[in-house]
């Protein structure tokens, strides 16, 4: 398989994808932004309960 072959099916497979529209593109990026946003404060919260409890016994 060539290069250029390859490209060829590349560019052909590419013609098949089902691009999102700009609003779906903005509203799955909201949705990560806010999910990781929520997952740091997650993880924020626990480890300052835990320093705090590791202060307890040390």
């Known amino acids: 398989m060539g ?3 390859y490209l ?3 560019k052909g ?3 098949h994808v089902s ?3 700009r609003k ?3 509203a799955y990026t909201a949705v990560v932004i806010i ?3 929520a997952v740091g404060v997650f993880l924020g919260l626990f480890d300052v309960l835990f ?3 590791l ?4």
């Not at 202060?55 to 040390?58: H, M, R, V």
């Open 3 to 5: 290069l250029s072959q």
């Open 8 to 10: 060829s099916e590349t």
């Open 13 to 15: 497979e590419i013609k």
């Open 19 to 21: 691009w999102p529209t």
């Open 24 to 26: 779906q593109s903005i």
């Open 35 to 37: 999910i990781s946003i």
């Open 51 to 53: 320093a705090y409890i």
């Open 55 to 58: 202060k307890l016994f040390i």
